[in-house]
């Protein structure tokens, strides 16, 4: 193989927004797993950013950004802001309100080391695109209503200019237990995971045309909310798609502490040019007190 065809990456994945306060829990936490880490590549999700009452914008992202040696080459996607979703039971919203807050957005981030291209032409410099997958019909203050984005890059990487895809699927109110809490309602769960068929299938929509008929390289990474033997994952994703599951090996089992398995996760297309790669659950004392997820990471070597 000609190792000058080739190109690595190391990918990782993080839902950072949850947080862990019954364990005294700061974005200095998530900032140094991200740098022990050190990702070429890092998906993120639940970033959040608020403008305060002059105009200046303080954002998560920041300190990830310095703490990555990203650089510039970082980009978010709103998924629900307080001037477009603005409600009484968002208790978040209230509490901007009244301390005078221009706006407050969160949503998913990408950041690499690399520049970001055009998605149709690497040879020009581009931006990340926001691509609703998801729109309730009318925002209710909870995450039942939250809408979903994939937000989609081009990395100027040569020879192989890789798309990347981060996605955070919808999760519903007592869909899963809470720890001393009520058992999850049936109904909740199988309308969840039909949301998120519906969703998985767009994405595959999305990338069908310009990417996966094309034989392009994309790696798709995120906090799906689904276990790997949940529909949108085999039966979509895999099996339709044809996305290969980089699948852990080393670490914990499960990235959610109320999920039995990862709910996080990281996939790679196509399937001929994903030479090697080696994929991990991060557990360390840290990442379980940073934040409610444990982030995945990847080293992969493409063609």
Same mark, same amino acid.
Request: charged share 25%; with cysteine.
């Given at each position: ?58 954002? &998560?992202?920041?300190?990830? *950004?310095?703490?990555?040696? %990203?650089?510039?080459? $970082? @980009? =978010? ?5 307080? /001037? ?68 989609? &890059?081009?990395?100027?990487? *040569?020879?192989?200019?890789? %798309?990347?895809?981060? $996605? @955070? =699927? ?5 869909? /899963? ?127």
């Amino acid at each position: 193989m000609d190792e000058r065809r080739t190109s690595r990456f190391r990918l990782m994945t993080y839902n950072v927004g949850g947080g862990r306060e019954d364990f005294g829990s700061t974005l200095d936490d998530v900032v140094q797993v991200i740098r022990e880490i050190s990702p070429d590549i890092l998906v993120a999700q639940e970033i959040a950013e608020y403008q305060d009452a002059d105009g200046v914008w303080h954002s &998560a992202l920041d300190p990830i *950004a310095q703490a990555g040696a %990203f650089g510039k080459h $970082v @980009h =978010l996607g709103p998924t629900i802001c307080m /001037r477009e979703h603005m409600h009484v039971q968002k208790r978040l919203f209230i509490h901007g309100l009244f301390h005078d807050w221009q706006d407050w957005r969160q949503g998913n981030a990408i950041l690499s080391r690399w520049e970001f291209v055009r998605l149709g032409d690497p040879a020009k410099p581009g931006a990340p695109r926001n691509v609703p997958i998801y729109r309730a019909p009318l925002y209710q203050g909870t995450r039942d209503t939250d809408s979903r984005y994939a937000l989609i &890059a081009r990395i100027g990487r *040569a020879p192989v200019f890789p %798309f990347v895809l981060g $996605v @955070h =699927l919808t999760t519903l109110v007592a869909e /899963r237990a809470r720890e001393g809490g009520p058992l999850p309602l049936a109904d909740k769960t199988e309308e969840a995971q039909i949301l998120r068929l519906k969703q998985a299938r767009r994405l595959l929509d999305l990338l069908r045309e310009h990417v996966l008929e094309r034989g392009k390289v994309i790696f798709l990474l995120g906090d799906f909310n689904a276990a790997a033997s949940e529909p949108c994952i085999a039966s979509v994703l895999e099996d339709e798609g044809e996305f290969v599951r980089l699948a852990p090996t080393r670490g914990t089992n499960a990235t959610h502490p109320k999920v039995i398995g990862p709910i996080d996760h990281i996939f790679a297309y196509p399937r001929d040019r994903l030479l090697e790669y080696e994929c991990w659950i991060v557990d360390s004392p840290l990442a379980q007190r940073a934040s409610d997820h444990l982030p995945v990471v990847a080293d992969v070597e493409v063609m």
